[in-house]
């Protein structure tokens, strides 16, 4: 079992940022690949990025690309989330998972583990 849990969410507004991070325990980070999803009041679950087991590839959602960053140290167990240049439509809750594969997916349906996520709630 792994427990994810996440934090650093809150209150920004249009232009800020935020860092989000994901903490496991339970199990070694480095057997997982990292990924983190949001949703939106009345919308589905989409995802956001991943990054693979030790850290080499990274990918991306097109409303995401050059505003967000996603990294890991698997020596803290720990997964981060830099979101920059934040706009109202970055509003949600946000969630990391792990996914016991190398790349890990961009369908939410491949993860192994959820955190209960946090709120970010960006105002205009």
């Known amino acids: 079992q792994v427990q994810l849990v996440e934090s650093g969410g809150g209150l920004v507004q249009a232009g800020g940022s935020l860092r989000l991070s994901c903490v496991a325990s339970?199990?070694?980070?480095?057997?997982?690949?990292m990924g983190w999803f949001r949703q939106a009041p009345g919308k589905e679950r989409e995802f956001v990025a991943i990054i693979s087991r030790i850290g080499g590839s990274a990918y991306y959602a097109d409303s995401v690309k050059g505003r967000f960053t996603i990294s890991r140290d698997n020596a803290k167990n720990t997964v981060y989330l830099q979101m920059n240049s934040l706009t109202p439509e970055d509003t949600a809750v946000y969630y990391c998972?792990?996914?016991?594969?190398?790349?890990?997916?961009?369908?939410?349906?491949?993860?192994?583990?959820w955190g209960q996520g946090t709120q970010v709630t960006v105002s205009s």
């Open positions: 339970g199990r070694t980070l480095s057997n997982y690949a």
């Open positions: 998972a792990a996914e016991h594969s190398v790349d890990g997916s961009r369908t939410s349906s491949g993860y192994d583990y």
